[in-house]
Structures are given as structure tokens and as C-alpha cells.
T-cell receptor, first 116, second 113 residues
């Protein structure tokens, strides 16, 4: 199974809401990633978890809160978002746990988030 | 930070044509990958190619690290090749926290039947 699943596929939320994005993989990968992709732009790395510990935070605002409850699951908790946070949020996983050696990432289909 | 520019930004080709996509980066890198993002947003790894040449079916890639560029070749294009092609580079000096992954600006490829 080389699949990374993400739920929900689409999410519309108000600026005062709290919501969570979920990502799951069952490939035994020990690194998981969150990316943000605005329309017609390249993906931007947000967070990296290695062995269930946060290893990279690309200066992401605190209204985005990642969580890795176990080696298969990655969550992104959202609170008090702004309309400019509307984007495609992509999750990925990899066997290799260091970016310097990263060879293959498996991406989920993404969650399209709209903040009203 | 490192600049990663891709060219051309847009490319429209007839089915069966060949194409060359370019990725230029402004500083030395430890790692380079090519991705394809289909029209529905799914990203797929194509190549891990920090240097040298690799081939996979109709696709091949070459990275000349000393000259700071990489090329992706697509031969005998098919409509399913449509989408956006990204290169991504990693630059860093040690593990955990010092590495930086940067995606290029992308090339949007449209293959017309």
C-alpha cells in the first residue's frame, strides 16, 4: 500500500472556527510533512515530523498547530485562520527522515481549505 | 535564500511531441527532485537526481550540479502528461533543522490531442 490519505477533501471554515486536517499512511514511513500550496504557486513546506517528533517548523504562524499522535497519523489543527490561509494543504510521507537524503515522498491528494 | 527558477513557465504541445523543461538554482544543493502535479492536484515524485542522468520510460532527467541546473525530458508526450512540473532542491549543512527544501516556480505543460 503506497497510499497517503487525507481528510477531509474540502473544508470551508470561518475565521473563528477550530478545525483539524488529518493525514494517514500505512507504509511504515517515519517522516511526515505538511505543505501549503496557494493557487498557481509551488508547494511550501510547513512542518516535518521525524520519528513522531517535530524536526522542522518553517516559521509557521501559531494558528497552525501540527500533531503526530503515532507513526501513521499526522494532524494539522487550525484555529483563528485568515482568508489568506485559503489553500491546498498537502501531506506527504517518506522512508528517509532527513531532508538532505530525501529521495522519494508520497503525497496525499490534499485538502482544499477555504477560510471565509 | 536559494532561488529556483523553472523555464518555460508555460508550454503547450501536440500529442507525440518532445519537450525539455529546465530548473536553474542559484546556489549549490545537496538534493534535487522532480515532481509532476496533475490537474487534480496530486503530486508524484518523478526523479531523485542530485547529479547525473536517470531515465524512466519516456521521461529522463539530467542534473549538472556544478553548473546549477537540471533538465527534465519528456518524449512522445501523451495527454496524461499534462499538469505542472516542479523541481525541488534541498540545501543544508547538517541534519535536523538546518536543511531548507525549496520548490521551483513550476512549468505548466498542456498536451493537446
Amino acid at each position: 500500500d503506497t497510499e497517503v490519505t487525507q481528510t477531509p477533501k474540502h473544508l470551508v471554515m470561518g475565521m473563528t472556527n477550530k478545525k483539524s486536517l488529518k493525514c494517514e499512511q500505512h507504509m511504515g514511513h517515519r517522516a511526515m510533512y505538511w505543505y501549503k500550496q496557494k493557487a498557481k504557486k509551488p508547494p511550501e513546506l510547513m512542518f516535518v515530523y521525524s520519528y513522531e517528533k517535530l524536526s522542522i517548523n518553517e516559521s509557521v504562524p501559531s494558528r497552525f498547530s501540527p500533531e503526530c499522535p503515532n507513526s501513521s497519523l499526522l494532524n494539522l489543527h487550525l484555529h483563528a485562520l485568515q482568508p489568506e490561509d485559503s489553500a491546498l494543504y498537502l501531506c506527504a510521507s517518506s522512508q528517509v527522515v532527513t531532508l538532505l537524503s530525501l529521495d522519494t515522498q508520497y503525497f496525499g491528494p490534499g485538502t482544499r481549505l477555504t477560510v471565509l | 535564500g536559494i532561488q529556483v527558477e523553472q523555464s518555460p513557465p508555460d508550454l503547450i504541445l501536440q500529442e507525440g511531441a518532445n519537450s525539455t523543461l529546465r530548473c536553474n538554482f542559484s546556489d549549490s544543493v545537496n538534493n534535487l527532485q522532480w515532481f509532476h502535479q496533475n490537474p487534480w492536484g496530486q503530486l508524484i515524485n518523478l526523479f531523485y537526481i542530485p547529479s547525473g542522468t536517470k531515465q524512466n520510460g519516456r521521461l529522463s532527467a539530467t542534473t549538472v550540479a556544478t553548473e546549477r541546473y537540471s533538465l527534465l525530458y519528456i518524449s512522445s508526450s501523451q495527454t496524461t502528461d499534462s499538469g505542472v512540473y516542479f523541481c525541488a532542491v534541498v540545501r543544508g549543512i547538517s541534519n535536523f533543522g538546518n536543511e531548507k527544501l525549496t520548490f521551483g516556480t513550476g512549468t505548466r505543460l498542456t498536451i493537446i490531442p
